[in-house]
T-cell receptor, first 116, second 111 residues
Framework: GAVVSQHPSWVICKSGTSVKIECRSLDFQATTMFWYRQFPKQSLMLMATSNEGSKATYEQGVEKDKFLINHASLTLSTLTVTSAHPEDSSFYIC????????????FGPGTRLTVL | RKEVEQDPGPFNVPEGATVAFNCTYSNSASQSFFWYRQDCRKEPKLLMSVYSSGNEDGRFTAQLNRASQYISLLIRDSKLSDSATYLCVVNGNTGFQKLVFGTGTRLLVSP
C-alpha cells in the first residue's frame, strides 16, 4: 500500500517555542493531506485539510494562526505549532489521499509532541 | 450527539472466541464506511471498507445497515494479535472526503 512518513516521530520542546512536523507521501502524489490530533483515550480529531498549492481549510475551533499548514508540493505538507504550550501536547497524525478513485486515506506514523 | 458512536469497551475475550462490535453514525448521507485498527501509540491502519452488501476478509466480517445507521464488525477465532482498538470511521457531514472517527472499541484477547 501507499506509504506516508512523518518527521519527527517524537519531540519535546519548551513552552513558547515553535515545532514543525513534516508529512511526506513516499510513493504517490497526494492532492490532499489531512492533519489530525489525538489526545489520550480520545478519537482522532481532524484539525485541517490541505490541498496542494492552496490554503488549508481549518476545522471549527482550530486556530489557523497557531497551527500553520503548508502544502507546497504534492508529496510534502508541514504543520507548524507556533508558541507551543503544554495543552498542545498530543499525538499529531497526518494522512494523505491521492485523489484518484476511492476515499482511502493513508496515515503517517504520527508525531508525539510534549511541551514542557 | 456525536457523529460516530462506539462502545469504548474493553472487550475481554479468550483466544478463539467470536466478538462483535457495533457503531452508529448520525449522518444519513454518509457514503463511505470503514473499520480501522489502532495499536497503542501507533497510527490507525485500514482494516476494511464496509459495503452495503456486507463483506468478509478472512476472519473479519463487516456489515452495514443504512436504515438503522449502524455498522458492525465481527471477528471470528480471535488471536492474541487482534488485541487493539477498533475505530469506526465514516465520511463527514460537511465534506465527503473528510473522515470522522469514533473513539474506538478496545479489544483484549487473552490466552
Amino acid at each position: 500500500g501507499a506509504v506516508v512518513s512523518q518527521h519527527p516521530s517524537w519531540v519535546i520542546c519548551k513552552s513558547g517555542t515553535s515545532v514543525k512536523i513534516e508529512c511526506r507521501s513516499l510513493d504517490f502524489q497526494a492532492t490532499t493531506m489531512f492533519w489530525y490530533r489525538q489526545f489520550p483515550k480520545q478519537s482522532l480529531m481532524l484539525m485541517a485539510t490541505s490541498n496542494e498549492g492552496s490554503k488549508a481549510t481549518y476545522e471549527q475551533g482550530v486556530e489557523k494562526d497557531k497551527f500553520l499548514i503548508n502544502h507546497a508540493s504534492l508529496t510534502l505538507s508541514t504543520l507548524t505549532v507556533t508558541s507551543a504550550h503544554p495543552e498542545d501536547s498530543s499525538f499529531y497524525i497526518c494522512s494523505a489521499r491521492s485523489g484518484q478513485g476511492h476515499n482511502e486515506q493513508f496515515f503517517g506514523p504520527g508525531t508525539r509532541l510534549t511541551v514542557l | 450527539r456525536k457523529e460516530v458512536e462506539q462502545d469504548p469497551g474493553p472487550f475481554n475475550v479468550p483466544e478463539g472466541a467470536t466478538v462483535a462490535f457495533n457503531c452508529t453514525y448520525s449522518n444519513s448521507a454518509s457514503q463511505s464506511f470503514f473499520w480501522y485498527r489502532q495499536d497503542c501509540r501507533k497510527e490507525p491502519k485500514l482494516l476494511m471498507s464496509v459495503y452495503s452488501s456486507g463483506n468478509e476478509d478472512g476472519r473479519f466480517t463487516a456489515q452495514l445497515n443504512r436504515a438503522s445507521q449502524y455498522i458492525s464488525l465481527l471477528i471470528r477465532d480471535s488471536k492474541l494479535s487482534d488485541s487493539a482498538t477498533y475505530l469506526c470511521v465514516v465520511n463527514g457531514n460537511t465534506g465527503f472526503q473528510k473522515l470522522v472517527f469514533g473513539t474506538g472499541t478496545r479489544l483484549l484477547v487473552s490466552p
